[in-house]
């Protein structure tokens, strides 16, 4: 017994080895971000290499690279680390943040027309010239499409000389794919990310700056494609489509594929970009907004950040994951973040059932059926497999579908599970051979399902309720699918999309965000002419342009909003076009009310922000909010950022302002006014705002305030006047809450001249 304890522990040591070696954790990709980069030529990444070379063993010299290094606007670098590891590197002094290298998502014509048609009176004082200034848009998502017409170079001048960017070749890319329109292209071989675990070889060729998935090519061509007649989508959205600003150049930096986006090439992308020379970065990309911690783990908003420091703005699409509250991504206050909405176009199909009734449901389909001739309708439920619920059958969940029940009938499937999408819902319909489906949804949904040739059709709840007491009370009910049809002039648009993510913002809700609102839904731009495999192409050939719909949509007309802007003013400031747009933005639909939901209720600003785009109304805005690097420094302070990382962001020698609490947020000098909590007991809240005449040197302007009942809101001074010399001026703004309802008051005040209306919206949490 004596000699088996003595030898218990050895027994077990190797044991207790292999179990501390299967609890270490392997490494993974982080960003280690370094505050702003004082060398531009690359020299850090030797003592990148250094201090990695510190920390990884020696053992493990195959993980001493760098993924990715950032060293023009920014200094940092991405690795592989283990999480240990990534915690020393944080308290180095060097070190602003290290955080984890996050997977983003994409956020995934005739809306030019729309936009413009409000503004019609403008139009011949500002058309889009060829002559005004040059203006480069980079475009920061899955690569780029260069033989679309879209990106021709025709009637397109020389490359402005302040380009010092770079067309990457590869196998399917060269330099002559490249032009005066499409004037940049890269793309970024990720090898940390390049394979899934357990795998040894990459899962997508990352090798090219073609687009392979069609997002990069439908937000380019939406932000900047030249005017291209007679396109359309198999006939649909038939007309001339064309970009915000056609005479834009275009720089495209692929940084995604269609499995995500690594957020350390998207700082990357950001870095290039700038360096190349481009005026904005347009991305239709952000993280989650379940998984939003902080602006420092945000690697968009770290490079946007950067951006504006060096005089390039940024665009960001706000998120799809409307319409509950709280939803909206990339919300720093030096992004532009957009909303989505609709435009006149609606694309509607047919039902038709036995007894000759028709309704029309939302749609883009081709169908092959025919208006004389019916088919079985059926419900999900009535046709589910052995064991199924009635509630997963009813919903048309993956197994559900009893094959030879469903086989040639049409399949009325609910949409109550929000987890499963209309996309697997058709394809379960399909692959049990039915001849269509019917999609119920208890919501108004207005961006159009693409089916291709499968016979689809989406209905809200009246006429579900319809449809659903016709199968009820009918021994055989029948139907059919027609193909869809395009309704334009539609009534009323815009309306904010549903899926489009809402303010307030979860990391501060003293920015209003999103910021603006631009059509998102059912847009046709270029995309990559391929068919994918369980798509049912019309006549089995590809399609040059496809309409697409989510707040990626969105985002690339602000951007060409921003570049017209630009063209015309180019002295302004991007702070100054931002706060052009957003104090002559439209609340109003194409019936003169008040812009709506889906749910036909008025939108709020959590929804819209200050409302739609009027990109020639911005063109003279009269006064301009300018934010600048002190307002964004001040914001950090504000909340909660320390000097050291502040500096270390900056360069600059930077001090916070002796109060530095989150309410002070509210106080920079922001288009628009958003207060997270005023206090119903603690008296009148101040908020100071700074403009700038724009218009002529001497103005008066005149202020009148619109707020909820029962929220008092005083301006001071209400008349503020210019003459020569004299271009700037202060108002304050006191907001009191004593005798307002509690949660979110809305309202705008808005500054008359007897020419201009600059209308500055606010949010008030009262508690």
């Keep these: 017994m004596a000699s088996l304890l003595h030898f218990f522990p050895l027994l077990h040591f190797p044991f207790i080895i292999l179990c501390c070696i299967a609890l270490e954790p392997s490494p993974k990709p982080y960003i280690v971000y370094m505050g702003s980069s004082s060398n531009a030529n690359g020299d850090d990444d030797m003592s990148h290499l250094q201090l990695l070379s510190s920390l990884i063993p020696s053992e493990e010299s195959d993980r001493k690279f760098l993924v990715n290094s950032y060293n023009h606007a920014l200094k940092g670098f991405s690795a592989l680390l283990t999480e240990n590891e990534a915690s020393v590197l944080s308290a180095h002094d060097e070190v602003v943040s290290v955080f984890p290298d996050p997977v983003l998502k994409l956020h995934t014509t005739r809306s030019w027309d729309f936009l413009e048609a409000a503004d019609s009176k403008f139009r011949s004082v500002y058309p889009h010239g060829r002559n005004s200034a040059d203006v480069i848009i980079g475009i920061v998502d899955t690569g780029i499409w260069p033989e679309s017409p879209s990106f021709s170079d025709n009637h397109i001048g ?6 010092k960017g770079v067309c990457m070749e590869s196998s399917d890319f060269k330099k002559s ?7 940049g292209a890269r793309f970024y071989s990720n090898r940390a990310i390049s394979t899934k675990p357990n795998e040894t070889s990459p899962t997508e060729t990352r090798g090219s700056p073609r687009d392979s998935v069609g997002h990069g ?16 989508y198999y006939g649909l959205a038939m007309g001339t489509a064309r970009g915000g600003f056609p005479y834009a150049r275009i720089a495209s930096y692929k940084a995604c594929a269609s499995g995500g986006c690594p957020g350390s090439v998207i700082l990357k992308a950001i870095d290039d970009a700038i360096k190349d020379g481009v005026d904005i970065i347009s991305i239709s990309i952000g993280i989650s907004s379940m998984f939003q911690s902080d602006f420092l783990n945000d690697p968009i908003a770290i490079g946007a950040f950067h951006a504006e420091q060096m005089g390039v703005t940024v665009v960001c699409s706000g998120g799809n994951d409307g319409p509950e509250p709280y939803t909206i991504v990339n919300s720093a206050p030096w992004i532009f973040t957009v909303a989505a909405s609709t435009i006149d176009r609606d694309f509607q199909s047919t039902i038709v059932l036995g007894n000759n009734e028709s309704y029309e449901g939302i749609a883009i389909n081709f169908s092959p059926l025919k208006s004389g001739k019916r088919y079985p309708l059926a419900l999900g439920e009535k046709v589910a497999t052995s064991f199924t619920p009635a509630s997963d059958a009813r919903n048309c969940i993956p197994g559900s579908l009893d094959t030879k029940k469903v086989k ?24 049990a051979k039915a001849k269509g489906v019917i999609i119920i949804d208890r919501k108004r949904e207005i961006s159009p399902f693409d089916s291709g040739t499968y016979p689809f059709a989406e209905v809200g709840e009246t006429i579900g309720l319809n449809i659903l007491h016709y199968i009820n009370t009918t021994e055989n009910p029948t139907a059919t699918i027609l193909p869809s049809k395009e309704i334009r002039k539609f009534k009323p648009a815009p309306i904010v999309a549903s899926f489009s993510s809402r303010g307030p913002g979860g990391l501060t809700e003293n920015i209003l965000k999103p910021d603006i609102m631009a059509p998102g839904v059912a847009i046709l731009a270029s995309i990559v002419p391929r068919i994918e495999s369980t798509y049912g192409a019309p006549g089995n050939k590809s399609s040059k342009f496809a309409i697409r719909s989510g707040t990626s949509m969105a985002c690339p007309q602000v951007t060409g909003a921003m570049a017209f802007i630009k063209s015309v003013h180019p002295h302004w400031s991007f702070s100054m076009i931002k706060s052009a747009l957003m104090t002559t933005a439209s609340m109003s639909n194409n019936m003169g009310k008040t812009l709506t939901n889906t749910s036909n209720f008025p939108a709020n600003p959590h929804e819209v922000g200050v409302g739609e785009i009027s990109p020639i109304k911005a063109l003279d805005p009269g006064l301009a909010f300018d934010t600048t690097i002190n307002d964004h420094l001040n914001f950090l302070c504000y909340y909660g950022y320390n000097h050291k990382r502040i500096r270390s962001m900056s360069h600059i020698n930077f001090t916070c302002p002796k109060k530095s609490t989150e309410e002070f947020i509210s106080s920079i000098n922001y288009p628009t006014i958003s207060i997270g909590r005023l206090n119903q007991h603690e008296g009148p809240r101040k908020v100071k705002r700074i403009v700038t005449n724009l218009g002529s040197p001497n103005a008066t302007y005149v202020s009148l305030v619109n707020a909820h009942s029962g929220l008092l809101v005083k301006v001071v001074p209400k008349r503020i006047v210019f003459g020569e010399g004299v271009n700037k001026a202060s108002f304050k703004v006191f907001f009191d809450g004593k005798e307002a309802l509690k949660g979110y008051n809305f309202g705008d005040i808005r500054w008359f001249d007897g020419s201009h209306v600059v209308r500055v919206v606010f949010t008030v949490n009262v508690e």
């Design 158 to 163: 020389k490359i402005p000389s302040k380009w």
């Design 408 to 431: 040639g009938k049409i399949i009325v499937c609910m949409n109550e599970m929000q987890n499963v999408s209309r996309r697997i819902k058709k394809l379960v319909v399909e692959d």
């Design 177 to 183: 794919n490249c032009n005066r329109k499409l004037i």
């Design 217 to 232: 090519t439908h937000t380019a061509s939406t932000a900047g494609g030249v005017t291209v007649a007679n396109a359309s």
